[in-house]
């Protein structure tokens, strides 16, 4: 038999062996500004801000009153991941073998969680005898006997029914695709407290959810199933869905979730052997990641791009996310009046088209560069080569985030 051999379709982001000019003497890193004038990068350049990140997951980690899983998905980034565990992340919520291969390699010490339902018999087998995973999660009676089938009758396995949840207030509706039923979560939950050491129940109330009330609805459901049951849960893991700021949002500050989660937990009667777990992607990796743009033409209020929907905007395409913005000129000039701007992407498709609207100087035209920030949850990690445009950089900043997120990051300490 040949062998097939596999290959990325995006090239990866590159770290070098471009220039990146030195320092200033007593910092790690240096500004966005001061890079791209330096760069003048004809790529997209994708800006890491790892004491942000890290400031963000120790802000998270100490906030929530129980265990703090990453959901790798959101941005698998090595050096975002090395951030987000020096910032205290030591639990790692994994749907796919490469996902689960990435951390192992950059973590021994990382507890991996296989929180996908729906898995394929040889990830399962892989996850378990080859990266240490005992924790998995399920939506149907073929998946825990596929679980049990590919993990040779362990007794030591973790095992999490995923709860369907009515649609929510979330701006990403996540309720459609997974999830048992409360009746069949019921039946779920008895089968898996026969077979494994630990059962859970998880669920997600949807994606940059606006609305502490809808984990505290989401606990009273899991607390229903674990009555109705008759099973005791180790965990909770209440998912994830915790907001950011972006220009048109400025959702309720981590506390108050913090307070929603806690307050429901304690009223539906869950005793001191459930522990709480939680998932966020978004709300710890958004902030610590820009992308700068170059533009290539302006017609009127529209500018045409580097980089679009089919590389690191995808959510400002059809999803119709807004996102920060602020211009970097080659040479410094007279500051210009705001005005509204539409993007077009590089590709050829009048699809690859962002509405925005995103606020920059009256005056900013071709050559000069645009930083968009947020970016680091779903930016990245969703481009595509389509076209040939998959080239990308990458360089560590010192900047702070674009917009504060109420709770996390702070703007205060901003970088001249
Ligand atoms: C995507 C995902 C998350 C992270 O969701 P955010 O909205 O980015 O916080 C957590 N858990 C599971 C199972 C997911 O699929």
Known sequence: MGHV??????????????????????????????????LRPTDPLHCIRPSVLTETAGRFVEAFPGTVLYAVKCNPEPAVLRALHAGGVRHFDCASPAEVRLVRQLFADAEIHYMHPVKAPTAIREAWSRHGVRDFSLDSAEEIEKILAETDGARDLGLFVRLALPKGGAV???SGKFGAQPDEAARLLRRARAAA?????CFHVGSQCLDPLSYDRAIRLAAEVSRDAGVELDVLDVGGGFPVSYPDVTPPPLNDFVAAIGA???AAGFGPSTSLWCEPGRALVAPGVSVVVQVLKRRGQELFVNDGVYGSLSDAGVPGFRFPARLIRAEEGAPAPDSAFAFYGPTCDSADFMKGPFMLPDDVGPGDWIEIGQLGAYGGCLRTAFNGFDQARLVEVED?????????SSNARRVA
Not at 19 to 30: I, K, N, Q
């Open 197 to 201: 050491a630990r059962v859970g129940i």
């Open 264 to 266: 429901a937990f304690s």
């Open 5 to 38: 051999r596999f290959r990325s379709a995006v090239a990866p982001l590159r770290r070098g062996p471009f220039p990146v000019p030195a320092a200033r003497p007593g910092r790690a890193s240096r500004a966005v500004a001061e890079i791209v004038r330096d």
């Open 172 to 174: 990403y509706d996540l």
């Open 400 to 408: 702070v985030p674009l917009l504060a997120t109420p709770g996390y």
